[in-house]
């Protein structure tokens, strides 16, 4: 897998399936970085709708485009899709998602979020920090914000704050100025046949770091590079840190997100996280009323149903019904 430079990728960028968590930040990242952006989505939320016409973003279909653009796509838009047939046809250049943000994070310090669970809320977070320290990076966030704030930005910053896909393997084109590595539990096992293969994937990405690898203490001997490895435990009840989340693993997300901010060479705000802007499908609350509250959130793997399970286990002895 080749990186692609900048300077490479035509003015011209059409996304297929633009409404994807990964997809709508980057391409609201592109068209604020100067490109000329369109895209498509057969599923297109009014959420994102709403982003996309706010930014100028056109909604049209990749067969109707005149001018030679670059198609970008989700990882959701398989090779039989219309608009890779037709972009096969005319000979015009398609990459991942993954490709096109590895191009736009070349002139930028990059501050990767990588792991099994926890990036969209870690990366939440640190972006709240810097926007509190007077700070406006780029960012790119898979998911969105609650109070409806765009879940990407592009600035003239020289901080790029992105969650990293191991997905598809697209995460093996990045070379980030700081990587925090969350976890490394075994995930999207048609790519990944055990953990071996699994974890040598961050174990790489640590490796091309250039500054900073922040890695959970369990991570230690995995992460195998000398310089500046920085490791979070559980925190004791001391250590808590006021905050409008709940449960172990946002104390340890907390962590995360100071740590990449601390070596980013930035002071911490004094507000931090009681007022932090929550992630939808994040411990959302739905409904609440003195008898029922109703909680969504996104939760899927074992080890993260497991903690969201415990969370509300500490806050609550009352009798819980889970939809799945």
Not at 46 to 65: M, N, Q, R
Not at 191 to 212: G, H, I
Request: some cysteine; hydrophobic content about 40%.
């Amino acid at each position: 897998m080749k990186n692609l430079e900048l300077s490479e990728l035509p003015n011209r960028v059409h996304f297929v399936g633009i409404s994807g968590a990964g997809m709508l930040p980057l391409a609201l990242c592109m068209k604020q970085a100067g490109f000329d952006v369109s895209g498509e989505d057969e599923t297109l939320s009014t959420i994102a709708h709403g982003f996309l016409d706010t930014d100028g973003i056109a909604v049209s279909s990749f067969e109707l485009l005149e001018e030679e653009a670059l198609l970008v796509r989700s990882s959701a838009i398989g090779d039989s899709h219309p608009a890779m047939t037709e972009a096969s046809h005319r000979n015009w250049k398609t990459i991942r998602r993954g490709e096109c943000l590895a191009a736009l994070a070349q002139n930028k310090k990059l501050i990767a979020i990588s792991g099994s669970h926890g990036k969209t809320t870690t990366c939440g977070m640190l972006i709240d920090l810097f926007e509190q320290s007077g700070e406006r990076p780029s960012y790119v966030l898979g998911g969105l914000f609650s109070d409806g704030k765009a879940p990407g930005a592009w600035s003239d910053s020289e901080w790029l704050i992105a969650e990293l896909d191991e997905s598809d393997g697209t995460i093996d084109l990045f070379s980030p100025e700081i990587t925090l590595i969350l976890n490394a539990d075994l995930d999207h096992h048609s790519r990944y046949p055990d953990e071996e293969a699994y974890q040598a994937v961050f174990k790489a990405l640590a490796a091309r770091t250039n500054k900073s690898v922040i890695a959970a203490v369990s991570l230690e001997a995995l992460v195998g590079r000398e310089i500046d490895i920085v490791t979070y435990p559980n925190f004791s009840d001391s250590e808590r840190i006021e905050t409008n989340q709940f449960g172990a693993f946002n104390q340890k997300n907390i962590g995360f997100a100071l740590a990449a901010f601390e070596a980013a060479g930035l002071e911490r705000p004094k507000q931090s996280f009681i007022r932090f802007n929550q992630i939808r499908r994040r411990q959302n609350i739905l409904y609440f009323s003195s008898q029922v509250v109703v909680l969504e959130d996104y939760a899927h793997h074992p080890k993260e149903i497991q903690a969201i399970a415990q969370a509300l286990a500490e806050v609550s002895s009352a009798r819980k019904i889970v939809v799945f």
